[in-house]
């Protein structure tokens, strides 16, 4: 192919990872706006018998969430993002095609087995490590088969030098293959003694040492999934829609690897006061801390690539969504930090704080950026503008206000209920009973489902938004080069 | 601008006071973790809403600068900016605070949490030996309530009447059938001199007087048949000094031997204390319980 | 300027994977090295016992129990002695949990009973009125799995040395023997409950998971 031709860039895969971001997205979020009632009005637990529990869903729901919308929203964008930035077309190479193809059939069946396993009971308990023996073979096949692509496509690269988004999708390859291969090493049962079911398997590691893996796999896999894919997206989709340039490379490099450093150490603040030893906990906290700069490096240069252009953070929809995205990755890239000191993860540890903070986040920096990401991509993967400018204006302040209300109110919960497990009346007995520390969250829990509850309809409106722009958008002659098009 | 910093401000103000009014029962400013972590929370907060804020007022204000460098994706270039000297600044001093933190703050070498719990404890029983070295009735009726709200209740329930059955009802010493019972089973377990109550001490109507007579409290005449039981439990039912179980009230003995041995009966079984409450707490329980005695 | 590393993708990923996989290295590996050691008196589970935390772990009761009694002077007045690392040697997976909507469950077989549980898993807002936690009524109907436990228990002894048979240790012997131990155990508990069709089950030879999960419940001491 000549070099200055004009690249037809396939989508096809992008298409298809677009439908199960949404797909997935409104299954998992369902199921957390359930759970959050379920913890509101406990009645609701019980309407589905076993099947309908607060045990049995919450792992769907982190499953859900993380491994069907996230993930497929890394893929989709990674798919859209690759091809572009490395200028090269996956049409070029048969080989590759297949790949991604085979990536997508295979992804999109180990996501439905999990629905079904997690339903009914097949876990493994360890947090985001649930799924079973078999499901996990299926997940190393198409990671790999990603990291095919990935490197294929790297490979017949026309841009001499890769962009910063490749960095953050590279490393997340890297290190979720590196810690998924480690958390899951587990023994079949059946296999080793020739009884009892199939689907069973023990873990490779005992108690604390298995405890430490899982938190070196657990505070990564946030990291890997929930934190530089994103990272990935909002370099290339915000200085891409708003036209701009990104503001300092240097703060590109030096936040890329600081991050890459620091990261990996930080695992030790989910096992503060455990029984892991004393330096490895401390390790855990000061290393957090460290992890604000190379965290927030990266924010502020988004922030400052959008210097001056105050008047496109009022007019469009999309760019305010990414703004406040890396707004709320600071916040929540500052508040980890603080609830990793000892003395702060005292009281903030097993309470309701700790979802408070993964959903400052997730809903506020995973999830914004993702739907900001499909739109952008929206209107250049189905050749139409975006349907409706005002919907998503409307949407995107329901699903703040939503945010606002889940924070607020876990906040005050978590750090309500962990003084009142300290406290102490004037005799020095403890003063509350387990139980008073449960009803005094019931006003909060109802302002959090209620919060998550809107979430959930902005997301509604964003998938009507789609769909009717994929199917009834105003077909558009050619692509647009940076702010995306939208009907009022 | 100026609206949106007030903005922040209201922010910062409502959830610190928000959170400062729904917890402040349980807020205790002499547990240094409580402060630390209100103080952790503020921190939170005023450094993303300041911090944003700075940089939305650049976003406003400022216009984009700085030279070019050469690449360029799909429509995307990078000035060679320097990097933001605070940020670099806070970064060295990040590290700093680490260096601090580790060596000096929870130096690797000496702290132990194990160590520091022991100092907890020694603590904490310090400050509350004054309550616990000479309570009067009034103290021990309370601490008591309070041991028994927290490690109690879960069984006998919050009003101590057992919840329906589940467990002893303790705002009466026993009912007619739970001694029925016991004249029948006999009873053992709870380690008085004494030591087991044999099954089978009294039949038909003379059981059926005894039980109307001890879970009534033993009040007005005994029945000729509680001849039988007075060897052990004294003919004033009380228990001859802690020989056998006092049948009239909850005492201190029998307290201490419930709370240490656990007890099983036909209703359920109590599990064994041993160990997790100190001699006053017993005491106080022994107190509470009598303070909600039914019907007297 | 540093490009580069950034021209050169492939060798890119190898000093990246490096800068990933350094941590692990030091923070993880050493720890392996000294397999944390039973404390003096912990034993594996029986497979009584397995087939409850099997139980445990299927409901995810994990999602709101901790088992991690942290040093404060708070937890171990609310929950016993603090957890120490011996007491986790035969627990595969750990089951720590990180979050308390419920209370800690480390040491609940010292302070709650077979009769107590049977009423709370049945409905715990009878017992505990305010309580958020779900009814399992289906447990008193379920068949545990035993065979599926013993397969556990079998792998773990076979492959990472689990001292079942040992000295003052669990026994586990054959399938059928095992089967039978666990029934001896299952009749033990039922005779402390009060729902006739689980008594029944058991006098018929299976066990219904309620009294395997309360096996194990009564087992966290
Ligand atoms: C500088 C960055 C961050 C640090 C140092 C940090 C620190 C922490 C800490 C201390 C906890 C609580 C552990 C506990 O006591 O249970 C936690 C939990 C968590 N954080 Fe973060 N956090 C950071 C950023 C993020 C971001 C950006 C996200 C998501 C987008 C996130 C998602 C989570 C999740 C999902 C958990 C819950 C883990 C569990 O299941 O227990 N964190 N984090
Ligand atoms: C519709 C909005 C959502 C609602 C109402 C919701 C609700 C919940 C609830 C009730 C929990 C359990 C908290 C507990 O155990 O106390 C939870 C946990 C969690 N959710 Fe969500 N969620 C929503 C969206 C999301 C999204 C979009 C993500 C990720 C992209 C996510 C990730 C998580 C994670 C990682 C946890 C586990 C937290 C932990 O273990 O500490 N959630 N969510
Ligand atoms: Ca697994
Ligand atoms: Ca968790
Ligand atoms: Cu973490």
């Not at chain 1, 439908?19 to 913890?39: C, S």
């Not at chain 1, 180990?110 to 629905?115: E, K, N």
Request: net charge negative; charged share 15%.
């Amino acid at each position: 192919m000549q070099s200055n031709a004009q690249l037809e860039y396939d989508y096809s895969i992008v298409k298809a990872f677009t439908f199960t971001t949404i797909l997935f997205g409104i299954i998992g979020m369902l199921v957390g706006v359930i759970l959050a009632f379920q913890l509101a009005f406990p009645e609701l637990s019980n309407l589905a018998g076993e099947y309908g529990t607060f045990g049995r869903l919450r792992p769907l729901h982190t499953n859900g969430v993380a491994f069907g919308f996230t993930l497929s929203g890394i893929f989709a964008t990674w798919y859209y993002v690759g091809q572009r930035v490395l200028k090269m077309s996956l049409n070029e190479s048969k080989f590759l095609m297949t790949v991604a193809k085979l990536h997508f059939a295979l992804y999109f069946i180990t996501i439905l087995l999990a629905v079904v396993t997690l339903i009914l009971g097949i876990t493994t308990s360890k947090e985001y490590a649930e799924l079973e023996w078999p499901l996990d073979l299926l997940v190393v096949v198409w990671w790999v088969l990603w990291g095919v692509a990935m490197f294929g496509m790297i490979g017949m690269r026309r841009e001499r030098t890769i962009y910063v988004s490749i960095w953050y999708f590279m490393s997340s390859f890297l290190a979720v293959a590196m810690l998924y291969l480690f958390n899951n090493m587990e023994v079949p049962t059946a296999l080793v003694s020739g009884y009892g079911s199939v689907m069973h398997s023990v873990s490779m590691y005992a108690g604390t040492n298995d405890a430490l893996v899982q938190w070196w796999y657990g505070h990564n896999a946030v990291a890997f999934v929930f934190t530089t894919p994103i990272i990935g997206m909002i370099y290339y989709f915000l200085p891409k829609e708003s036209g701009q340039n990104v503001f300092s490379y240097k703060l590109s490099v030096l936040a890329f690897w600081g991050l890459m450093f620091v990261y990996l150490w930080a695992g030790g603040h989910h096992l503060i006061y455990s029984t892991v030893p004393d330096w490895m906990q401390t390790m855990g906290s000061v290393m957090s801390v460290v992890l604000i700069l190379p965290s927030w490096g990266s924010a502020i240069n988004m922030l400052l690539t959008m210097k001056g252009e105050w008047q496109q953070l009022q007019t469009s929809p999309l760019i305010k969504f990414m703004i406040l995205a890396s707004t709320f990755y600071m916040l929540s890239t500052i508040e980890g930090p603080i609830q990793a000191i000892k003395s702060v993860n005292a009281i903030a540890h097993f309470t309701d704080w700790i979802p408070g903070h993964v959903h400052d986040g997730v809903l506020g920096w995973v999830g914004f950026m993702t739907m900001a990401a499909l739109f952008h991509m929206a209107p250049r993967i189905f050749k139409r503008e975006i349907y409706s400018k005002s919907l998503m204006e409307t949407q995107f302040w329901i699903q703040t206000v939503a945010i606002v209300l889940y924070f607020t109110s876990m906040w005050i919960a978590g750090i309500t209920q962990g003084m009142m497990w300290r406290a102490y009346d004037e005799y020095g007995s403890l003063l509350y009973s387990f139980i008073d520390t449960v009803t005094v969250l019931q006003p909060y829990y109802t302002i959090r489902a209620v919060g998550g509850l809107l979430y959930l309809v902005g997301f509604f409106m964003f998938a009507y938004n789609i769909y009717k722009t994929a199917t009834s958008g105003r077909v558009l002659d050619k692509e647009p080069v940076n702010a995306s098009p939208m009907a009022s | 601008m100026k609206s949106m910093v007030i903005g922040g401000i209201i922010l910062i103000v409502a959830l610190m006071a928000g959170t400062y009014f729904v917890a402040g029962d349980a807020f205790q400013s002499d547990d240094y973790i409580n402060s630390l972590t209100m103080l952790g929370a503020l921190a939170i907060i005023v450094i993303t809403v300041f911090t944003v804020l700075k940089y939305v007022n650049q976003i406003k204000n400022d216009t984009a600068s700085g030279e070019l460098a050469d690449e360029n994706w799909d429509g995307i270039g990078e000035y060679t900016n320097p990097i933001p000297s605070g940020w670099g600044l806070i970064f060295i001093g990040s590290i700093i605070w680490m260096l601090w933190y580790f060596f000096v703050g929870y130096p690797t070498n000496q702290f132990s949490q194990i160590g520091q719990y022991n100092e907890e404890v020694l603590e904490n029983n310090a400050k509350f030996k004054a309550a616990w070295e000479n309570p009067t009735d009034e103290t021990l009726v309370a601490m008591g309530e309070s041991v028994f709200l927290v490690q109690c209740a879960p069984c006998h329930g919050v009003d101590a009447e057992g919840i329906a059955g589940k467990a002893q009802d303790l705002t009466h010493r026993m009912s007619k059938e739970q001694v029925l019972d016991v004249i029948k089973n006999g009873s053992q377990g709870l380690g008085y001199p004494m030591g087991a109550m044999p099954p089978m001490m009294a039949q038909g109507a003379d059981a059926e007087a005894i039980a109307t007579y001890v879970a009534g409290g033993l009040k007005g005449e005994a029945p000729a048949s509680f001849a039988a039981c007075s060897s052990c439990h004294g003919a004033d039912g009380k228990g001859m000094n802690g020989m056998a179980p006092n049948l009239v009230d909850y005492d201190n003995t029998l307290m201490s031997k419930v709370l240490e041995n656990g007890k099983k009966s036909s209703i359920g079984e109590m599990p064994s204390f041993k160990g997790r409450l100190n001699e006053t707490q017993e005491k106080a329980l022994t107190s509470f319980l009598n303070s909600i005695k039914a019907g007297e | 300027m540093f490009h580069w590393l950034e021209q050169k993708p492939f060798f890119f990923a190898v000093v990246l994977f490096l800068t990933i996989a350094f941590a692990g290295i030091i923070e993880v590996i050493p720890d392996f090295a000294k397999q944390s050691q039973p404390t003096v008196g912990t034993k594996p589970y029986t497979t009584l016992e397995l087939a409850g935390r099997h139980v445990y772990i299927k409901d995810s009761c994990n999602a709101c129990h901790s088992q991690l009694i942290r040093p404060f002077k708070s937890e171990t007045d609310r929950y016993g002695m603090y957890s120490l690392s011996g007491e986790y040697a035969y627990d595969r997976p750990f089951l720590w949990g990180s979050k308390r909507t419920g209370p800690d469950l480390m040491r609940v077989g010292n302070y709650r009973t077979t009769d107590w549980h049977e009423n709370h898993m049945m409905n715990p807002a009878s017992v505990v009125p305010g309580t958020v936690m779900p009814a399992y009524p289906h447990m008193f109907t379920n068949i545990a799995d035993i065979e599926t436990a013993y397969a556990e228990a079998y792998t773990v002894k076979a492959v990472f040395g689990v001292p079942y048979d040992a000295e003052g240790m669990p026994k586990l012997g054959t399938l059928e023997e095992a089967q039978a131990d666990a029934m001896a155990q299952a009749k033990l508990i039922a005779a402390d409950m009060k729902n006739q069709s689980v008594k029944d089950a058991v006098a018929n030879g299976q066990v219904p998971e309620i009294v395997a999960l309360i096996a194990y419940l009564n087992s966290l001491k």
